[in-house]
């Protein structure tokens, strides 16, 4: 009954290709729209969408088993059962007045889409555009069906063979043995005829949908299915007049599917963001983040019991969302031991875990299980919404070869969008529960150097505490470590520093210590930078370091208790080297003025080096401006792009 004209804007034949959904011309959108009157007429479409959606499965099924075509797997019909059959009442009305206009007629009678499509429109008049598309579906869906159920038991039972007969049931199962190509373009106009409808579905429950393109949706999809009815009765009949060929109006439907997904998801992602910046609780971010619409089952499974568990279980708690790819370094699985364990001890925390795996199998579980302690952690074994991955990946930053914790409160706020920066720096039980305050008591405590450097000799801790001065220094070669070492030594044992008890400590950082110093400055940047936009003096000071090992120069830090007072590198050693130059001016002055007084004065220009500020773009705020913290300008800004081919696949 549909028209095999193509819709064109201009009104002119379409060469080639199907039309898409913005091809219409005004004058078909305005009848189409003029058709809906009000959405009076109450309808529960998603229980007889799932209804429909279960009978043409299942007539699908029949249809392959009489035909014989074996198309592949189909979903288990144990898994179609709908729990709202029962208690569904039939709009029977409705589908009357539709089958009506869906006899068997030609596509030559002039009655397609200016007649039969827009006359289901305006007897579906006070219906919603959603229960438009589903009550013409499900007209059709009970005449499919009933052909399917009929040549399924006709052989066994005398009245369905009558019936069947009556209905031109076995010479249409007859024909279709011969048409296969029929037989596929059927089904997959059915195919693509129900996901733009449930895409339709999906639309008009969003609060701002754009009732253009939903209208346009409905007519396109109503005009498929009116096509569909037509070709059944041709095979029925060997009309030629009524032959209809499906493929254009499945491969338009395509095309608008994927239109209407792209608004969706727009818009889930839209929402997902207004969620997560203003949330009213953790219940609410975590079944935007973790529910996929289309599957009903709960979404979490506890590692201990390997049962599905409900997102409300975790009200009142605060949540890591722990996100991963399946690798994980031996060094990085060290450090969450404790992590897990620490969290397992705590009733007001919860781990979930959320695996970027193409499809969840036992082999990923085997491996963690074995790696880590499943049993500690919720995890969640299903894809995520496309709206969760856009955001974990554009917001939270996730790279595939990275690990991501976020903490999330039990008000449902991001207190820290990755824990595993602290977690290296700082270890899980000190960093613990890894939120800003802890981390601002933990610099105000030890200092940059007192959370990147302890590891390198164990008495450091204790002479942050007692407040002694230290210089920590490394790079180089051989010669400037041992040239800064005696030049230390011969400062510290000096009479008059030991006179007016100035304790001095020196601390070279070489090899294994050096890589692992760096790697916790390289942690403790993005731990920051997540934080805030404003440079702070740790940030200054890890700017100045990591200029100092960009370049490859030596590097020198005094500091006293948590706080540092100079960072250079040979200037640091020219000031030990000439101590009997500004010794006397300790009489008049302490230790810590004289020394960066006499710093300034002999500073080297090769030591004022131009600064680096690489802020990594995962979880750092950008800030619009720095200021250099030598010369207290404000720094160039350069954007750079790095290649890097270990993310593996994307899941965007």
Not at 12 to 29: R, V
Not at 312 to 322: A, D, I, Q, R, T
Not at 469 to 485: K, L, P, S, V
Not at 593 to 603: D, P, R
């Amino acid at each position: 009954m549909a028209s095999n004209m193509p819709l064109v804007s201009s009104g002119q034949p379409n060469a080639g290709s199907p039309s898409l959904l913005p091809t219409l011309s005004n004058e078909i959108l305005n009848q189409i729209i003029q058709t809906h009157a009000s959405d009076t007429e109450k309808l529960n479409v998603e229980s007889l969408f799932s209804i429909v959606n279960n009978v043409l499965e299942r007539a699908t099924m029949t249809f392959d088993t009489v035909l014989q075509l074996g198309t592949g797997p189909h979903k288990a019909t144990e898994h179609l059962e709908d729990e709202s059959q029962g208690s569904f009442i039939p709009p029977l009305n409705a589908f009357k007045l539709i089958s009506s206009e869906m006899q068997c007629k030609g596509p030559g009678e002039n009655i397609a889409r200016e007649t039969t499509v827009l006359s289901i429109l305006k007897k579906l008049s006070n219906y919603s555009w959603d229960a438009k598309a589903v009550l013409t579906l499900a007209t059709l869906a009970l005449d499919y069906g009933e052909s399917c159920l009929l040549a399924k038991i006709q052989s066994s039972d005398q009245l369905a063979k009558s019936m069947g007969t009556l209905k031109g049931v076995p010479v249409l199962f007859e024909k279709l043995k011969k048409h296969s190509k029929a037989v596929d373009d059927l089904k997959k106009a059915i195919k693509a005829t129900v996901e733009v409808i449930k895409c339709i579905i999906d639309l008009t429950k969003l609060s701002n949908y754009d009732m253009n393109d939903v209208a346009v949706a409905v007519y396109l999809a109503i005009e498929t299915i009116v096509a569909i009815a037509t070709q059944l009765c041709y095979l029925i009949t060997d009309d030629q007049e009524k032959k209809q060929e499906l493929q254009p109006y499945a491969d338009n439907l395509l095309v608008i599917l994927t239109d209407l997904k792209k608004k969706k998801e727009e818009e889930d992602y839209r929402k997902l963001k207004e969620i997560v910046n203003a949330p009213k609780d953790l219940v609410e971010v975590l079944e935007k983040i973790l529910i996929d619409p289309t599957n009903k089952m709960p979404p979490l499974i506890d590692g201990s019991t390997e049962e599905r568990v409900e997102i409300n279980s975790l009200k009142g708690k605060s949540v890591f969302l722990f996100i991963s790819g399946l690798h994980i370094s031996r060094e990085d699985i060290k450090i969450l031991k404790p992590f897990l364990d620490k969290t397992g001890k705590e009733d007001q925390y919860r781990i979930v875990w959320i695996p970027f795996v193409k499809q969840w199998t036992e082999d990923p579980k085997k491996k963690w299980t074995e790696d880590l302690q499943l049993s500690k952690m919720l995890y969640v074994p299903t894809g995520l919404p496309i709206a969760s991955h856009r955001y974990i990946n554009q917001k939270w930053n996730f790279k595939f070869n990275e690990l991501l914790i976020v903490l999330i409160n039990e008000r449902g706020k991001v207190e820290c969008k990755n824990a595993i920066h602290m977690i290296r720096v700082c270890g899980a039980d000190e960093a613990f529960p890894f939120t800003c305050q802890r981390e601002e008591t933990l610099l105000m405590e030890k200092g940059l150097i007192g959370l990147t450097a302890t590891h390198v000799d164990s008495p450091i801790e204790n002479w942050i505490k007692e407040n002694n001065y230290i210089f920590f220094y490394g790079g180089g070669d051989n010669n400037w470590i041992q040239n800064f070492t005696e030049s230390a030594k011969v400062l510290v044992n000096d009479p008059m520093i030991k006179g007016k008890r100035i304790t001095i400590e020196s601390v070279p950082i070489q090899g294994d210590n050096l890589k692992r110093f760096w790697n916790k400055i390289k942690n403790l940047l993005p731990s920051r930078a997540q934080r805030d936009t404003m440079m702070d003096s740790v940030k200054l000071h890890i700017e100045i370091l990591i200029s100092y090992k960009k370049k490859k120069k030596e590097w020198a830090v005094l500091s006293q208790g948590s706080s540092i007072i100079v960072i250079t590198g040979k200037t640091m050693l020219k000031v030990l080297r000439e101590f009997e130059s500004w010794k006397q001016r300790l009489d008049g002055s302490d230790f810590q003025s004289v020394f960066i007084e006499y710093h300034k004065e002999v500073l080297e220009p090769d030591d004022q080096i131009c600064h680096h500020m690489k802020i990594p773009y995962n979880n750092a705020k950008i800030p619009g401006t720095l200021e250099c913290s030598d010369c207290h300008r404000t720094m160039d800004t350069y954007i750079s792009f790095k290649r890097c081919h270990k993310d593996g696949d994307s899941w965007a």
